[in-house]
């Protein structure tokens, strides 16, 4: 059995954003030589997120509208009591939360064995530091 692991690091300078890591996972699974396996990513940071989703820049406004509406930003410690211990993001924990820590996909010939429309996101929820994301490759 073969495996690579690999970690990437992102330091966004939004509080939100998304990423469209896709290419790189492909590259890291295809010199990983693994032909047929999966492969895990995983946010490595409570306030970051790793899924699946269409790569439209509208989808991803509403994400944002929709999880900003859910977890609004509010620094104070009136709204959340986790931000009473000094902190100012427990919104990007709730973010995090409602877009899942990681994603395993299939690998099939040497390939990413996505859908159509599926893509792999970096999501950021409490941005303007660097973050990593593992990536970890195993098959034959």
């Known amino acids: 059995m073969l495996s690579r692991t690999e970690y990437l690091t992102f330091n966004l300078p939004a509080r939100m954003a ?5 290419p790189r996972i ?15 990513c995983n946010a490595m940071h409570i306030t970051a997120s790793v899924f699946i989703n269409d790569d439209e820049p509208g989808l991803h406004d509403d994400y944002a509208r929709w999880l900003e509406a859910l977890a609004p930003f509010d620094a104070s410690p ?7 211990t000094g902190e100012d993001n427990a919104d990007a924990h709730l973010k995090r939360q409602v877009m899942g820590r990681e994603v ?3 690998i099939t010939a040497g390939r990413l064995d996505l859908g159509p429309w599926e893509q792999i996101f970096y999501g950021e929820f409490d941005g303007r530091r660097p973050k990593r994301v593992l990536v970890k490759v195993i098959g034959d």
């Open 26 to 40: 492909e590259t890291i699974v295809r010199e990983s030589g693994v032909q047929e396996g999966l492969v895990l």
């Open 104 to 106: 395993v996909v299939a």
């Open 78 to 84: 009136e709204r959340y009591a986790h931000n009473r």
């Open 18 to 22: 998304f990423e469209n890591i896709t």
